[in-house]
């Protein structure tokens, strides 16, 4: 089978297109044609090397799929079901899905929506995918467009799009915060009602500022995100799923003990089977052609190194879907 292999030989770090046998897939009770991956954020940071995703070498990176059950002794799924995949350490611990063919844990694995093509769902991927739990989540606590604008950071990459198009559809006033103020735009097609320069959000700040916003999408971290929380409204809400600024955290308590901000933290890896089946099934009702086609570029698996080189360097919007099969 075709895939991208990432190794560690003598300790020089390696990522190539090959050919290997498909005996050296790893164990798993189903196995699966993949017909479209993804081309993710963390498959960059795996394929470039510049961030410990990798866990054990030879890895075959790819977080998500969609595609066709081969063989199967997993009680859910047959040959020729049709499946979808996000997450699960897929492509960090556990060989993943930039491959011709992969074998996985069925559990980790749901039925693609009937109403989604393999190709439109790997167009979502995991950034809609996250996108959608981040609104879920925010709705759960309790937002609603009359509140108020609602932000999003990191706006012009894959969950920051889908977030910004999901939020407007649903009738929330949205500002776009961004670094690539030439995607203005494509912004404002999406449904953004404001776009800002991230340069507002992205240097140290002070504990408490102005309040603009009543929630918000965070896909950034770091003092982003801690800036993000201080301007919020009073009982504000804020949906973290991001670190593209950085892992941590330097920030003041205030915005959480004087204005009741909420900071909630979304996780899509380990995110429980029914929470998934509920945000595919959404997506699946909210998300049409026209949007996929906006936010998404397809490239093939030949491209997939070279593509990991340009989102590392920025010079990316939306998302990329890969064809394999």
């Not at 020089?12 to 993710?40: C, F």
């Not at 897929?90 to 011709?100: F, P, T």
């Not at 003041?252 to 380990?270: E, K, N, T, W, Y």
Request: neutral net charge.
């Amino acid at each position: 089978m075709k895939c991208i292999l990432i190794d560690k030989p003598e300790g020089h770090y390696q990522s190539h297109l090959t050919e290997v046998d498909e005996a050296s897939l790893p164990s798993g009770n189903v196995t699966v044609q993949v017909h479209y991956s993804t081309l993710n954020y963390k498959d960059a940071l795996a394929i470039t090397g510049q961030g410990p995703v990798v866990r054990s070498f030879p890895m075959v990176p790819g977080i998500d799929l969609a595609g066709r059950v081969i063989e199967s002794s997993h009680p859910a799924y047959r040959p020729d079901d049709l499946v979808l995949l996000n997450g699960w350490g897929v492509g960090e611990k556990h060989w993943g899905a930039l491959a011709e063919t992969c074998r996985l844990d069925g559990d980790w694995l749901i039925p693609l929506p009937s109403r989604l093509t393999a190709r439109d769902a790997m167009a979502i991927g995991t950034a809609g995918y996250t996108a959608m739990l981040c609104i879920m989540a925010l709705e759960k606590a309790g937002a609603r467009p009359e509140q108020g604008p609602v932000l999003v950071t990191g706006a012009s990459g894959g969950v920051g799009s889908f977030a910004v198009a999901l939020l407007a559809r649903k009738g929330f006033e949205v500002v776009a915060s961004t670094g690539k103020l030439d995607e203005r735009d494509y912004l404002k097609a999406l449904g953004a009602r404001e776009v800002i320069d991230r340069a507002e959000l992205s240097q140290p700040g002070k504990p408490l500022a102005r309040e603009r916003w009543a929630a918000a999408v965070d896909t950034v971290g770091s003092h982003t995100l801690v800036n993000v929380c201080a301007a919020m409204r009073y009982g504000g809400l804020v949906a973290a799923c991001g670190m593209a600024q950085g892992l941590d955290f330097p920030a003041s308590v205030a915005p959480f003990i004087l204005r009741g901000v909420h900071l909630i933290g979304v996780d899509s890896v380990m995110c429980p089977r029914d929470t998934r089946v509920r945000a595919w099934e959404r997506l699946a009702a909210e998300v049409d052609g026209p949007l996929l086609e906006t936010i998404a570029r397809e490239i093939t698996l030949a491209e997939v190194i070279e593509t990991a080189g340009d989102i590392m360097a920025g010079r990316l919007r939306g998302r990329v879907r890969v064809k394999i099969a």
